[in-house]
């Protein structure tokens, strides 16, 4: 799987979108961009996932640039309950049935 | 459904004891997964399955055994806990490896 980085933290007022950057250089044809967050001593929790079109659903938009070399995870308006980590990770849609590769991800805390 | 639910929630353990960290699914998934999170880390796999049966070994399986008898069940075993395991565990499912979902964790502290 492509490795990812992201920055180790970000701040967002609460009401604003959250913008989470990740850049995944060498991401391959065949590999989707996912996003999953964990709230604090939580279980992770699925965010969306996509391989080169925008992606939009109940919690967030994906945006994937044309080159595929990074893309942005949006949460349109963010609450205090969306302080978390979020991992980016990218790896074969379904994969070879194998686990997600976690790196160390993005504290995202939402100031009031 | 009460999706993916782990038993216990804490636990501590001494040098050289076993234990079995149970994991249930009830959403009919045929993938499971375990899962360990240290302080500050993201998670690393330990085993997987595919099904009844089936199970394979992830990127830190030593010192941990798995067994698939069910569709439902995928327990963790730990033969001979060592400091080194203290962790958090995770158990995982998923109905086509895409999304997956997990359970609330195990804490485990090997003393």
């Known amino acids: 799987d492509a490795k990812t980085t992201q920055p180790t933290s970000m701040d967002c007022a609460e009401g604003r979108a959250a913008n989470l950057p990740c850049n995944h250089s060498t991401i391959s044809g065949n590999e989707y961009v996912y996003w999953y967050r964990q709230i604090h001593s939580q279980g992770p929790q699925y965010i969306i996932h996509g391989l080169k079109n925008n992606e939009t659903n109940e919690m967030a938009s994906l945006i994937i640039t044309e080159d595929r070399k990074s893309s942005t995870l949006i949460l349109p308006h963010a609450t205090l309950r969306d302080t978390a980590v979020y991992y980016c990770i990218v790896r074969i849609s379904g994969g070879g049935a194998d686990g997600l590769t976690f790196g160390k991800g993005t504290h995202l805390i939402i100031q009031p | 459904n009460a999706g993916v639910t782990q038993t216990p929630k804490f636990r501590i353990l001494k040098i050289g004891q076993s234990m079995t960290l149970q994991c249930a699914q009830d959403?009919?998934?045929?993938?499971m997964y375990w899962y360990r999170q240290d302080p500050g880390m993201g998670l690393k796999l330990i085993y997987y399955?595919?099904?009844?049966?089936?199970?394979d070994k992830g990127e830190v399986p030593n010192g941990y055994n798995v067994s698939r008898s069910t569709t439902e069940d995928f327990p963790l075993r730990l033969e001979l806990a060592a400091p080194s395991q203290t962790s958090v565990y995770f158990c995982?499912?998923?109905?086509?490896?895409?999304?997956?979902?997990f359970g609330p964790g195990t804490r485990l502290t090997v003393l």
């Open positions: 959403m009919n998934h045929n993938y």
């Open positions: 399955s595919v099904g009844a049966g089936i199970t």
């Open positions: 995982a499912s998923s109905y086509d490896n895409n999304e997956q979902f």
